[in-house]
């Protein structure tokens, strides 16, 4: 059976079946105001207890356990002041019970976050949807699930486990995750990766006819599942299992080791995040900063835009979390697979090729000031750089420099303390930007090669469709020619060139990029070790020849099969 790899590592054991209730809409209506406020305070009552049962997890780990901050975020969501709001709101407007505004309020933030094309903000549906459950929860105890009994060697299995289902059992019994859905984000893939539990997710609905106590082997790195494996299938992978944990001792040991070519050049590692507590867990995996926060989350699930001062927090804690390490702020990436019902943008047939990200900053200046003054008046707390996404000419980078020398002069008016020396930079990931790299390069202090979108809109190919989606692929020497001319436009202007697609996380284009000239990667903090050590042992001189040899090549295939054979060397 096969899935999708969260958590490198093998495991060999019993399953143990995960089965949650679904709830379901009441259609109870309210009748007078005193049912209506008594429903509000049975609402707040539940969210209080929610939160009461999350923290009490909390307390029973470790101050150094990377499953802390995932369990935070869950009680942030537990909190989140526009879910709250929205769910008091269908209870005094509509005169809904309790259960159905939860429902219903949730509902409508998952269905949002599902339609998005980025995988990480796709899966944060999840954590939303935790959230409500666990008030759900409270509001109607019947929908708790029963204790699970694990013994030693369990795999646990189901639709989608969640941190809280992880954790809320014994943990040091537990030595496998498998899940129907999910992706490798997912927070329940964080704690498995925290914790070194091999873990596969989206196994799709195959996992059904797996029982209780079926024998499993669970191949995290693979993405595979054995169901009932054979003497033979045990036999070889007990043997894989004992490689891969040598395998995995090592790279661990590589935490605080610099990433340096055998030939003495350095590079650095960062991570993507969406939020400060992202950054704290990347720190595990080695991480020397982050190359993308995300600022999408902080304006979805809600219904109006968020402050300047809900902003200023959330960038000041990404600053201080960092420690004076650089995090890139990328401007509000909205539009397309990103919308914003509060701000009721025109239907479009393509989004996709039409009003985002900066496109709609430029032309919406009271939301683009917003967030400016917030993210300079946090660059007095940390290295903050700011990135703004989906340039595609000159005069789109003047405009937004002009509005941020704007309010830098209005913060300067009034006394407030920021970095006036805040480095400025751009997303490369359309196709004319790339091509024009040279030109662009005059006018920032930094490029970081966006390739989910660049291979996009390339090849012409929307990654959701599936009937196309078997066309998009990075190492199609169409993008990669794009991507070699940034770098060398980038490191001709001695500017400092960063990727922070999906393909700088990707140990088969690690040699190629690096012999491409690329000095900063930045991907999934799981990710991090794997890049380390191919580069801690390989040199420039010989990155520089599989580069030349790949970009002879004439197809992504031959070039695929190429890299995948010289990074297995």
Do not use: W
Not at 331 to 349: S, V
Request: hydrophobic fraction near 45%.
């Amino acid at each position: 059976m096969k899935g999708i790899g969260a958590s490198p590592g093998i495991a060999i054991g019993k399953a143990v079946v995960v089965e949650k209730k679904q709830p379901r809409l009441t259609g109870v209506i309210l009748q007078g105001e005193s049912d209506v406020q008594q429903e509000v305070q049975r609402f707040e009552q539940a969210v209080t207890s929610a939160v009461a049962e999350v923290k009490a997890v909390i307390d029973t780990l470790p101050a150094d356990d990377g499953s802390t901050e995932v369990l935070e975020i869950q009680i942030e969501l537990l909190q989140d002041e526009q879910i709250i709001s929205d769910v008091v709101e269908k209870i005094t407007s509509e005169h809904r019970n309790a259960n159905d505004a939860v429902m219903e309020v949730i509902a409508a933030a998952v269905t949002t976050l599902h339609n998005l094309d980025d995988a990480y903000l796709r899966e944060r549906a999840m954590d939303v949807e935790e959230a409500g459950n666990r008030i759900l929860m409270e509001l109607d105890p019947t929908l708790k699930p029963s204790d699970l009994i694990v013994a030693e060697n369990t795999v646990l299995v189901g639709e989608d486990i969640t941190p809280m289902d992880i954790l809320s059992v014994d943990i040091t019994k537990v030595i496998g995750l498998v899940t129907r859905t999910g992706g490798k984000t997912s927070h329940a893939a964080i704690v498995a990766k925290a914790r070194g539990i091999p873990a596969v997710v989206g196994c799709g609905d195959a996992l059904a006819s797996v029982k209780n106590n079926d024998i499993l082997i669970v191949d995290g790195g693979e993405g595979a599942l054995v169901v009932n494996p054979t003497p033979e299938m045990l036999h070889e992978y007990t043997a894989k299992k004992k490689e891969f944990t040598s395998q995995a001792n090592a790279l661990g040991a590589l935490k605080d080791t610099v990433a340096v070519t055998t030939d003495g050049v350095r590079v650095k590692l960062m991570a993507n995040i969406s939020n400060a507590a992202d950054l704290e867990a990347s720190f595990a995996f080695g991480a020397e900063g982050s190359g993308l926060l995300r600022t999408e989350l902080l304006f979805m699930g809600r219904t109006t835009l968020p402050s300047e001062e809900e902003q200023f927090e959330f960038y000041k804690n990404a600053a201080l979390q960092a420690k004076q390490k650089p995090v890139i702020v990328r401007t509000l990436d909205i539009g397309g697979d990103k919308p914003l019902p509060y701000l009721h943008l025109p239907a479009e047939q393509n989004p996709f090729l039409g009003y985002r990200a900066i496109r709609i900053c430029l032309d919406r200046q009271d939301i683009f000031v917003t967030q400016l003054r917030a993210i300079l008046r946090a660059s007095a707390f940390g290295d903050l750089k700011i990135m703004f996404p989906m340039i595609s000419n000159v005069s789109e980078i003047e405009q937004a420099k002009a509005i941020l020398e704007n309010v830098k002069a209005a913060l300067r008016s009034t006394a407030t303390p920021f970095n006036a020396a805040i480095e400025v930079g751009i997303m490369i990931e359309i196709p004319s930007a790339a091509v024009m790299a040279d030109l662009l390069a005059r006018e920032v202090d930094f490029f970081s090669i966006g390739t989910n979108d660049l291979c996009q809109y390339t090849l012409a190919v929307d990654r959701m469709n599936e009937q196309v989606k078997h066309l998009y692929d990075p190492f199609n020497p169409g993008v990669l020619r794009l991507i070699q001319n940034v770098i060398e436009q980038g490191n001709k202007h001695h500017h400092h060139m960063g990727m922070c697609g999906e393909m700088a996380g990707d140990v088969t284009a690690t040699l190629l990029l690096l012999g491409m000239g690329l000095r900063e990667f930045s991907m999934s903090a799981a990710s991090i070790p794997y890049v380390k050590n191919l580069i801690l042992n390989t040199s420039i001189t010989a990155a520089q020849e599989i580069c030349r040899k790949a970009m002879s090549m004439r197809s992504a295939s031959e070039i695929t099969q190429y890299l995948q054979a010289v990074t297995k060397q």
